[in-house]
Nanobody, 124 residues
Framework: QVQLVESGGGSVQTGGSLRLSCAASGYTYKNYCMGWFRQAPGKEREGVAGIYTGGSSTYYADSVKGRFTISQDKAKNTLYLQMNSLKPEDTAMYYC?????????????????WGQGTQVTVSS
């Protein structure tokens, strides 16, 4: 069973940066699709970035393109989300999720494994 633990959330001012981490364990397949989601109060969950652990392809939602970067350290089984130029509308609970192949790097509700989330708050 894949287990995912997020960290790195916090409070920053507009224009600031944060780097989220997602430590993964319990892999049973060689590669997975992994992604970051976020959900703000009263809003639907949004997939913001995705990556395939066996390649270099990435996906970004339009709302974060050019500001967020998803990356991985395969040796550490850790997924990252570097968030720059943060805006108040980025405030949300951020979740790491993974799906076994066949899968898509466009993060969606079909992803099988989920972390507990880490809160990001951006103040104006």
């Amino acid at each position: 069973q894949v287990q995912l633990v997020e960290s790195g959330g916090g409070s920053v001012q507009t224009g600031g940066s944060l780097r989220l981490s997602c430590a993964a364990s319990g892999y049973t397949y060689k590669n997975y699709c992994m992604g970051w989601f976020r959900q703000a109060p009263g809003k639907e969950r949004e997939g913001v970035a995705g990556i395939y652990t066996g390649g270099s392809s990435t996906y970004y939602a339009d709302s974060v393109k050019g500001r967020f970067t998803i990356s991985q350290d395969k040796a550490k089984n850790t997924l990252y989300l570097q968030m720059n130029s943060l805006k108040p509308e980025d405030t949300a609970m951020y979740y790491c999720a993974a799906d076994s192949t066949p899968c898509t790097i466009v993060p969606g509700p079909e992803y099988k494994y989920w972390g507990q989330g880490t809160q990001v708050t951006v103040s104006s």
